[in-house]
């Protein structure tokens, strides 16, 4: 496959965004991404940001002809922990019909997509690209630059390809997003590091009061999260959105994660709890010595990264506001609490048979020989709703991942299949579009 | 003084036996004790074991003469967090009367003074050293060797100092110290780290599992060990041992530890919960994603170290297996829990009017200038028990250090006015046994 090549290349460059030491990594994908839009007849700009340039890319051919912007993200999770990578994370790898890489999946496969896609296509269609280099931690530079930029990417339809296919082989349409909010936790006890032996008895154990406050946020029985007022917005699902899912297959998804059972919240399928249900997990801790052997410490601090999964029409913003304070009450006596907030985005619903869907669906049905599911995903694309509500604008989100891809853990894959029809899917919608436009009332 | 250069070179060896990359220093520490001795006169050998050796040393004067055994330690805890010392664990710098060093207090400088008490010293003592370099991981070698050696190390008396005085200026004797059970627990939930927008609400999240685990082991209200069993063996303190008991100053031991509350077990006073009252506090967590910014992962595993402290007549191995079958009652369903016995130690309560005690309590008046108070200690020394037991001998526990001497913390240090007086005391013990012997009835 042509597109294989460059994509390996773009892979190779380890551009984690949260990491300050990859700083210079990241601006090299912009630059390697910039080029290749170039070749293409693009002209692009890089607007710098306080920290990971965001770049814009327009071709356009026709003032009367439709207009597409694409949106995706060159940078990356980080990549640990490192020693349970088969091959190296930025060593791109391609074994059995897959390419291996952080990465691969999470987004430079899947953007990369849109880019081949435009090789040698003729249909006039304008285009433009917005690529930014912030996405996973939280986009901070990308929405207010989409709000000063909105003349310059007023467009027809939004293309997004940063999600994943509801099962291998089934063309998915995806119309719903689930919302996140990140906050940090610090709790502190005593001013010292204190040995256990000398002060256990009297002194504050800042490990110990984090798991009070973890088994005050969710309900061990039922899986609740126990923040007042933090299901108060969430939106039921009607029975006609339900008849549109297509059935889960829980044995495969325990198989897929090696359990018995998928916990969660009580009264809800795993579906159900997955697309259209708020969730709280802690996504790390820390505190104390976690080295060999032992040593008997009553650590001064301990902390942990907490976030929450939203659904419309919950607020990130509000939901921050509420479990921070929650929080501070539930903080026992004895303990500083600290919250950081890290990062947020708003869950975002689309209308499923929009006319940009129903094309897309028929540019997928003609690749694959069949029709698209209709999903919804559970995670979160933060400038979907920005861009949804600044260009006002339908947005189609078109995963071409599948769900083992590994996102976010060692050995991300991305399936050549998918880069392959992915990049067909998208030249016929192209055509289709440039054949038939949008049909606006 | 002629004891501190000497010191000062003891502490900068890095015995730090926990971690293998010392194994070297390990045993350059007990070289150099080694050598100190020879030049006291002392005959040393050097017994291997599978990990660290034990340094016995004699210098026997005549049969009818007292014996006393000393017990110390050359090893170490790990100096981390190393970015909180003011100078380096083991560059040992001298300031406002103190030794700053990683084994300032535990235990080197104590061990030390019962040397340095030798210099000079014209007295009708035989003496061993028994000196170990694994007491802070548990003592796993030296408990056999003093049971396969109970000839060798017959004595009248067995001295320790590793420990602290009741408060500075207050000469201790200590007649009780806590036991110890340290595990480690693991828990596994999918057999993956996975993305937390994908998969939150369906996967099991070990974070969230520690922390309903934590919940259980110790009630948030009452500070109370909830592990059925725990308290069965735990024996009351008397009203007659409650009498000899100074008095506590809460006060300043808030203003040390910089809380305004000491939590702790609900209906016991701080110093009962210090000295007589058993404790579990986690020492260490880790899970997920601990680096700067966000990762949203919901990992595959977390762990902590967990240690009870324990009170006579509760059996290191017996709440062992109490906590170990509680974890895995209380380990919800979909986690795989995991314990491993680190170490443990059993408590200890002798005489505090043995003849010898009677000896080192007018020893310590006479220097000091005013009478001991008696105490226990919340600590543990493993091998106390066993001495006690094995040797069949009286054991004077001879605390040098302070409360304040950051043990297991950065800032390690200990008082040269205790190192001094410690010094003192000892000859002035050993003067006055050989002169009255212990009145063996």
């Keep these: 496959m042509n597109a294989l090549a460059p994509l390996l290349e773009f892979l190779a460059i380890p551009s984690v965004s949260t990491d300050p030491a990859h700083k210079e990594d990241v601006r090299r994908a912009a630059l390697w991404l910039s080029e290749r839009l170039r070749a293409l007849g693009f002209t692009t700009e890089l607007h ?22 694409v949106y995706g993200h060159y ?7 490192l020693g349970l990578w088969t091959t190296p994370p930025f060593e791109p790898t391609v074994r059995e ?9 999470d ?24 690529v930014e280099g912030e996405e996973e931690i939280g986009s901070p530079h990308l929405l207010p630059f989409v709000r000063a930029h909105r003349e310059k ?25 689930r919302g996140l909010t990140y906050l940090e936790v610090r709790l502190k006890g005593a001013r010292r590091d204190l040995h256990s032996g000398a002060f256990g008895g009297v002194a504050p154990n800042p490990i110990q009061a984090l798991g009070w406050i973890l088994a005050r946020l969710k309900e061990e029985g039922t899986g609740q999260v126990l923040i007042p ?16 899912w297509p059935a889960l297959d829980e044995e495969a998804l325990r198989r897929e994660l090696g359990v018995e059972v998928l916990p969660g919240e009580a009264g809800y399928t795993p579906l159900e709890r997955l697309w259209a249900r708020p969730t709280l997990d802690p996504n790390g801790v820390w505190g104390g010595y976690q080295g060999e052997g032992s040593k008997t410490v ?48 708003r869950p975002v619903l689309t209308d499923p048979f929009s006319p940009p869907m129903r094309l897309m669906a028929r540019a997928l049905e003609e690749v694959w020989g069949r029709p698209p599911v209709y999903a919804r995903e559970g995670g979160t694309i933060p400038v979907v ?3 949804q509500e600044a260009l006002s604008a339908p947005v189609v989100l078109l995963g071409l991942g599948l769900n083992d891809d590994n996102l976010h853990a060692p050995n991300e894959k991305f399936d050549l299949v998918n880069l392959e029809k992915g990049i067909a899917t998208l030249r016929r919608f192209h055509q289709l579009l440039a054949a038939q436009g949008l049909g606006h009332s």
């Design 48 to 69: 710098e940001t306080p920290l990971h340039p965001i770049l814009y890319a327009e071709r356009l051919v026709d003032p009367k002809a439709p207009t597409v912007l």
């Design 75 to 81: 940078d990356v999770q980080p990549p640990d922990p």
């Design 97 to 105: 019909g897959k390419v291996f890489a952080r990465g691969a999946s």
């Design 107 to 130: 987004d430079k496969g899947q953007l990369w997509a849109h880019v081949a896609a435009l090789e040698g296509l003729e249909a006039r269609v304008n285009l433009k690209f917005l």
């Design 153 to 177: 990417l007023r467009a027809d339809v939004v293309l997004i390809s940063d999600g994943a296919m509801f099962a291998p082989e089934t063309p998915t349409l995806t119309y719903g997003l």
């Design 229 to 244: 007022g933090f299901y108060d917005r969430v939106r039921p699902v009607s029975e006609e959105e339900r008849r549109l």
């Design 298 to 345: 009553i650590p001064a601090e301990a902390g942990m990264k907490l976030s929450m999964r939203l659904v419309p029409d919950q607020d990130p913003e509000e939901v921050a506001e509420l479990a921070e304070r929650y929080l501070q009450e539930i903080c026992p006596p004895g303990y500083r609490l600290e919250v950081v907030r890290l990062h947020g985005g």
């Design 385 to 387: 709703a920005e861009l």
